[in-house]
């Protein structure tokens, strides 16, 4: 029998901004299409490439899986770019930015990161 792998989207958000950051770290974001602060973009969770890219990044983004529930909500919001949307700073604020999630926002943060996504719609 085959395995049927289901093709699960990961949702990165980059949440700091670029000041005195590292030539490498600002080029990999902008690699992954995360140009400034509240971007969200959407990628394959299967690639093994991007999956590097946001571990070397991850002191600047959050990331986690999304259900269809969001994927319906982000549809709405943007209709220009496929996988790429520009989102409002959350309701309610950051916890922090500079501690990784649960303390902070930083880091993986699984299928939480949907409410973090409905709060910044």
Do not use: C, Q
């Not at 990999?28 to 991007?50: A, E, H, Q, Y």
């Amino acid at each position: 029998m085959k395995k049927v792998r289901i093709m699960t989207e990961l949702a990165v958000i980059r949440i700091r901004g670029s000041a005195g950051k590292p030539k490498k770290i600002l080029d990999t974001l902008n690699m992954l299409g995360l140009k400034k602060p509240n971007m969200l973009r959407l990628f394959n969770s299967d690639d093994k490439v991007i999956l590097g890219m946001v571990r070397k990044v991850k002191d600047f983004v959050t990331w986690g899986e999304v259900d269809e529930e969001t994927k319906e909500l982000l549809s709405k919001t943007n209709k220009k770019k496929k996988n790429i949307f520009n989102l409002h700073p959350p309701v309610k604020g950051f916890k922090s930015i500079k501690v990784s999630y649960p303390k902070g926002d930083l880091g993986y943060r699984g299928k939480n990161i949907n409410k973090l996504i409905k709060r910044m719609i």
